[in-house]
């Protein structure tokens, strides 16, 4: 079951413009802004537009065109930061064991250095 959306999560707060971020990317499917504690020279969060608590609900709920306005988001970010030649990372966690710590969906994208072994 999928837990209800509440909007007053912190990056629905964002979205609305209540509080700020650092946005470098929008369009009308998604909001890209600077992770307030980065763990990589460049670490980014995409976010739908749309009212989706993760990943699953996301997955199981958004329209065909809302899903890919939201992966061709994550792509222009990783594009738009020069990316794509040195390689970077994409990371959701869904729920407790994942740790998600808010209930909006949001991707992390990771670049700027070699970045590791993927599970820490
Ligand atoms: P999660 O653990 O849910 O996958 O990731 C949540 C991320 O959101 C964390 O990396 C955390 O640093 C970031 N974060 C939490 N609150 C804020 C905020 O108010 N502004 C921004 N820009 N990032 C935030």
């Not at 306005?69 to 794509?84: S, T």
């Amino acid at each position: 079951a999928t837990l209800a959306y509440d909007d007053s999560n912190i990056f629905a707060r964002i979205l609305r413009g209540e509080i700020p971020a650092k946005r470098v990317y929008e369009d009308d499917f998604a909001l890209a802004f600077h992770d307030i504690s980065p763990q990589a020279p460049i670490h980014v969060l995409v976010i739908p537009k749309g009212a989706y608590v993760s990943w699953d609900d996301f997955s199981a709920r958004a329209p065909d065109a809302e899903i890919a306005g939201f992966v061709r988001a994550v792509g222009h970010v990783a594009r738009e930061h020069g990316l794509v030649a040195p390689g970077y990372r994409l990371l959701a966690n869904v729920g407790g064991d994942a740790g998600q710590e808010v209930p909006h969906l949001h991707v992390h994208l990771f670049g700027g250095r070699p970045l590791g072994p993927m599970l820490a």
